[in-house]
């Protein structure tokens, strides 16, 4: 079998028990979780409103996983400092939300954090045309970003095929190993056309926190097995 790389579950805690944040990261991780995806929306750039950097600081102590922030707000550079110092380990921003795409990922980099960059159904790839040296991670949304509990848009798939390539190319130049997430819509599923049109990282809301604590690492697990599988 082919040289497969490992596959991050990203569980987005915007479908956690708010009322109990810290022992919900804390079950997600014994549960198999390999990152925490935290959705910041402000009401502007998406019609939700959700997590701010207080929150992210409150919840820092209670697990050691890499806590991935998706920043859906507007304008996001009066906050990429904030979100660095509460304790954010990757922090990706969309490019509409920005004045200077590149300024904001050396700026995250500047901060000692991963700089992530997040595409809608909308976005064209083009939007990585002069930033592959300054990105860690591309996200590729597989909804419209606001609310978890969406139908993953299949169109996407060739989005992350390509890019796909993109990454691969700029490998072989020596760059450093870019990650490919894809967010909304995974499940068992789509997971796994996710991953073999070449993601690595997978978030996922509803499938990992669906039927409470008990079920956690099974939701977890199935979700890594459907990759694994052959057909
Ligand atoms: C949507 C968020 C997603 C969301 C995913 O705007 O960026 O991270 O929580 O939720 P599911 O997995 O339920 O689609
Ligand atoms: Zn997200």
Do not use: C
Not at 137 to 158: A, E, H, R, W, Y
Not at 199 to 222: C, E, H, M, Q, W
């Amino acid at each position: 079998m082919a040289n497969l790389p490992k596959i991050n579950i990203a569980p987005s805690i915007l479908s956690a028990d708010f009322a109990k944040l810290g022992q919900e990261i804390h079950d997600i991780e014994l549960a198999g979780a390999d990152w925490i995806h935290i959705d910041v929306m402000d009401g502007h750039f998406v019609p939700n409103l959700t997590i701010g950097p207080a929150i992210v600081k409150a919840i820092r102590p209670h697990t050691k996983l890499p806590f991935d922030v998706h920043l859906m707000i507007s304008p996001a550079d009066p906050y990429l400092e904030a979100f660095a110092n509460a304790g954010a380990d990757i922090i990706s921003i969309h490019p509409e939300a920005v004045s200077n795409v590149s300024n904001s990922l050396i700026k995250l980099r500047s901060l000692g954090k991963k700089a992530g960059v997040v595409l809608n159904p909308e976005t064209p790839i083009s939007s990585l045309e002069n930033i592959m040296d300054s990105v860690d991670l591309i996200l590729v949304m597989t909804v419209n970003p606001g609310f978890g509990g969406q139908k993953f848009i299949d169109s996407q798939i060739k989005k992350i095929q390509i890019i796909r390539q993109k990454i691969d190319q700029h490998i072989d130049r020596g760059g450093t190993k870019i990650d490919l997430s894809v967010d909304g819509g995974i499940n068992v599923n789509t997971a796994k056309l996710a991953v073999s049109a070449g993601a690595n990282i997978l978030v996922a809301g509803t499938a990992a926190f669906i039927d409470g604590p008990s079920k956690y690492a099974r939701n977890i697990a199935d979700l890594r097995n459907s990759t694994m599988s052959e057909t």
